[in-house]
Structures are given as C-alpha cells and as structure tokens.
C-alpha cells in the first residue's frame, strides 16, 4: 500500500513569488491535512480537507490556501511569499472519520530567499 | 497559547533503560492522542494512541498512559534501543465524533539513546 506522496521534496523560491505543494493521500483516506514545521513553532496545523472542502483551518493569514479534488489529492498554496514562511510542509491522510491516526508524508522543504 | 505541551527539549536514556517522555495540555475538549517519532528530513510516524475513555494503552515496547484529570500523558519505551533516538511529538485532537482531522502538536522531544 502506497504511503503518502508529496511533490516536490524540495523547493527554492524567492519573497514575492508563489508556490503549490501537492500531496497524495493513502488509497482510501479522504481526509488531508497540512502541517507547517519551523524549528522555532514546532509542528503547526494549517488546514484539513474532506471530500473536498476545508473542515478546519488553523490561525494561518490568507496567503495560505489549499484545495482537495475529487481523487482526495490535495495541494497548499502559498502567495507573495515571505522570508518566514521556509519551513518543512508535511501533508497527512486518514480516513477522516476522527479518532484514528493520521498517517504524515516527507514533507516539502520550502526555502524562500 | 500552546495547548500541548512537552517542557523537555531532549532527554538522553542509556540504552536498555526505560525512557520516559512527557506531554501536559490544557484543552479539556481533546478526546484523542497521538504520539509520533520523527527522523530528520522525514515526515512523522504515527507510534501509538490513547483515546480519553482509557488510561493506558500498550504495543510492544511503547506505553502511553493518560491521566485526565492532570491533563497529563506520557509515554514509556521499554526497553530503549538505539535505534529509537528520535524527536517525539505528542498529540491531541478534539474531534468528538463531529469536527475535523486537525492535530495540535507539542513542540517536540530530542530522545537520545546512549549505548
């Protein structure tokens, strides 16, 4: 069973520009989650999709944005970038039902110079 | 506000010996958590859960014990080998049965298993 699937693994990108993360859930999981890591915050919720629409957002600004297809894919979106928002991206699956675990992918090193 | 809170950055365990990592909350609405390993440069891994009905919760060599009314949990490594040095991620979630997926994390504990 294929685990969850994050593209690309790494990206450089420069303040002002925009980016998408793209992240393939576990075969069956309708539920997606994104998570922000910076060695500062610790691991930081942003938003989670289910049957694509978003179910819950953390105190993230507008800049941040997502979306969930019909396949259960999801990518983030993140615009005009900024010097802080490098951080490791990590996207997670679950069935969406509560209660069970979330199941994380590599994650996404975004490096904004 | 943190929510999650683990006050140990690291925590180094001769290997062999129980290692013994700690997580406090202050939300009395989380029902479900979540432990998880971390290597650098790789997602978390999901180890072990507790649900809030339960106070202990066993598999293999990982227990996370749940004390609700000190809104404490912790989990237990027995016997610690080295190949479980790592950051730990305690987790909780509200869900309840109605609401969402989403996680809150404490900022993570350095275990460092010494031969």
């Known amino acids: 069973k294929a685990g969850v699937t994050q593209t690309p693994r790494y990206l450089i990108k420069t303040r002002g520009q925009q980016v998408t993360l793209s992240c393939s859930p576990i075969s069956g999981h309708r539920s997606v989650s994104w998570y922000q890591q910076t060695p500062g915050q610790g691991l930081q919720f942003l938003f989670e999709y289910f049957s694509e629409t978003q179910r819950n957002k953390g105190n993230f600004p507008g800049r941040f944005s997502g979306r969930q297809f019909s396949n259960s894919r999801s990518e983030m979106n993140v615009s005009t970038l900024e010097l802080g928002d490098s951080a490791l991206y990590l996207c997670a699956s679950s069935w969406g039902d509560g209660n069970t675990e979330a199941f994380f992918g590599q994650g996404t090193r975004l490096t904004v110079v | 506000d943190q929510q999650v809170k683990q006050n140990s950055p690291s925590l180094s365990v001769q290997e062999g010996r129980i290692s013994i990592l700690n997580c406090d909350y202050t939300?009395?609405?989380?029902?479900?958590f979540l432990w998880y390993k971390k290597y650098p440069a790789e997602g978390p891994t999901f180890l072990i859960s507790?649900?809030?009905?339960?106070d202990k919760n066993e598999d293999g060599r990982f227990t996370v014990f749940l004390n609700k009314s000190a809104k404490h949990l912790s989990l237990h490594i027995v016997p610690s080998q080295p190949g479980d040095s790592a950051v730990y991620f305690c987790a909780a979630s509200d869900y309840s049965g109605g609401g969402a997926d989403g996680l809150t994390f404490g900022k993570g504990t350095h275990l460092i298993i010494q031969p």
């Open positions: 507790i649900s809030s009905i339960k």
């Open positions: 939300n009395s609405m989380f029902d479900y």
